[in-house]
């Protein structure tokens, strides 16, 4: 079973999240944030840096990653491994 959350109007960033379960175990992807350092304080359990906002903040190693591909394919004469 797989459920994917996605919202670009949440209040608190820009929020998306997948999950999951089978037999086999589980998957789970969490939203990026600047640190993955979390606080517990009196007025505060486990409060972390707010969640990147955009999403060339998010995905910008998956963006260079994609286009540094390109010529790789170009160069070795075979399909991309990005597609449409």
């Keep these: 079973m797989c459920q994917i959350n996605n919202s670009r109007r949440a209040v608190y960033g820009f929020d998306q999240r997948v999950e999951v379960f089978g037999s086999g175990g589980m998957l789970q992807t969490s939203n990026q944030r600047d640190s993955g350092l ?15 906002a955009f999403s060339l903040e998010r995905y910008d190693e998956s963006f260079i990653h994609e286009l540094d591909e390109i ?14």
């Design 38 to 52: 979390r606080v517990w304080t009196e007025g505060a359990t486990a409060a972390q840096d707010r969640l990147k």
């Design 71 to 84: 010529p790789d394919a170009i160069a070795q004469d075979r399909q991309p491994l990005v597609s449409g």
